[in-house]
């Protein structure tokens, strides 16, 4: 396969999943790691997309993201860090609230030790996963149910969040940017998602490193609206300094042993 033949299929999977892996994409071409690392310094230099440790993102700026089914199989180590590290936040006895997302389910995965937690939610996956544990509290919004994610959102929802005052709201992060700040992809759980973070006394934000550097459709917050950002081991450091030299909280989860 020539080298151009070869830009345009890594774009045209890059279209679809929004992050690629230097060694999936080895395997796919069959190809050694220099040359797919070559193929995608050329790529970014002619912007279309943009490096991460270990693979790629895409810059462009889309309404629709991976679905949620592919989402599961993006960085599943690192969002399990991530979910890891958040749960150390939480103390037991608290009020939580919960976005919807894969990262947030599995931070909700990490909190079954937890005793006596609130949790108040928009998302069946999440209240399903802490309902059964003794002595929590789980609280599941009204709203138009949305098939795929099993997320609810309208007015309903939005009316249902107002009602409550929480110790901590973890949400999830569709694009992440220092001048942009927290954005995502969902206009219907936008307002929900503000809603959430006026509500919280304390606001983590969950984001693997593939989430830095993107704009994704719709602005959530500007990230002085964010207590604490926990990120993965992957992230590079000078990505880490350049948000902390901006005053933000950043915590880098490590590998899981």
Not at 12 to 31: A, M, P, R, T
Not at 131 to 153: H, K, M, T, W
């Amino acid at each position: 396969m020539l080298p151009q033949e070869r830009y345009e299929e890594i774009l045209n999977i890059l279209d679809q999943s929004k992050v690629i892996k230097v060694s999936e994409l080895c395997d796919y071409f069959g190809v050694s790691i220099e040359t797919i690392r070559r193929d995608l310094e050329h790529l970014e230099s002619e912007g279309h997309l943009k490096r991460v440790y270990g693979g790629a993102i895409s810059l462009k700026k889309t309404s629709a993201e991976p679905s949620y089914n592919a989402r599961f199989t993006i960085n599943p180590e690192e969002k399990k860090a991530i979910a890891r590290k958040t749960a150390e936040l939480v103390k037991d006895g608290e009020t939580l609230i919960i976005d919807l997302g894969t990262t947030t389910l599995e931070v909700a995965k990490h909190l079954r030790n937890k005793k006596n937690l609130t949790i108040i939610t928009n998302c069946l996956s999440i209240a399903q996963e802490l309902v059964d544990i003794p002595g929590n509290r789980v609280f599941l919004s009204g709203g138009q149910l949305r098939a795929e994610e099993l997320a609810l959102s309208g007015y309903l929802s939005e009316d249902f969040f107002k009602q409550f005052n929480v110790d901590k709201t973890i949400i999830g992060v569709g694009g992440i940017t220092i001048d942009g700040g927290i954005s995502d992809y969902h206009i219907d759980e936008n307002k929900v998602r503000k809603i959430m973070i006026e509500k919280g006394e304390q606001v983590i934000a969950v984001a693997d490193h593939s989430k830095f550097g993107v704009k994704a459709l719709i602005n959530v917050c500007s990230l002085d609206k964010i207590d604490i950002l926990v990120s993965d081991y992957l992230l590079p450091k000078d990505v880490v300094d350049k948000y902390r030299k901006n005053k933000v909280n950043i915590v880098i989860a490590e590998k899981n042993q």
